[in-house]
């Protein structure tokens, strides 16, 4: 069972820029592919970005295309999202989670199939 830890959340003005961490506790995440979530007060959660362990190929919502990165540095065995030319729409829990299933088939399946979970980074995006 993986532990999944997020960091990195916090407040931030428009335009600017956070990056957020995924570390798992038990030094095995490199074998996992990994996707962020997020959600929003009284929304429901959704899947922002996703980086399989096989090929290191990538996912991103239409939401974030083009301003958020998702990366792993296997040697730290760590999966970052960086969030650039955030809005406030933006704010929001921000959760790492992981699972064996390939991103193309979590994405088809419209982002289900993620086993393990992290608790969470709240992000706020406010001027």
């Known amino acids: 069972q993986l532990q999944l830890v997020e960091s990195g959340g916090g407040l931030v003005q428009p335009g600017g820029s956070l990056r957020l961490s995924c570390v798992d506790s038990?030094?095995?995440?490199?074998?996992?592919?990994v996707a962020w979530f997020r959600q929003a007060p009284g929304k429901e959660r959704e899947g922002v970005s996703c980086?399989?362990?096989?090929?290191?190929?990538?996912y991103y919502s239409d939401s974030v295309k083009g301003r958020f990165t998702i990366s792993r540095d296997n040697a730290k065995n760590t999966v970052y999202l960086q969030m650039n030319s955030l809005k406030p729409e933006d704010t929001a829990v921000y959760f790492c989670?992981?699972?064996?299933?390939?991103?193309?088939?979590?994405?088809?399946?419209?982002?289900?199939?993620?086993?393990?979970w992290g608790k969470g980074t709240l992000v706020t995006v406010s001027s």
């Open positions: 980086i399989s362990s096989t090929d290191g190929s990538t």
């Open positions: 989670a992981a699972s064996l299933v390939e991103c193309f088939v979590v994405v088809a399946q419209g982002w289900y199939g993620m086993d393990n």
């Open positions: 038990g030094f095995t995440l490199n074998y996992y592919t």
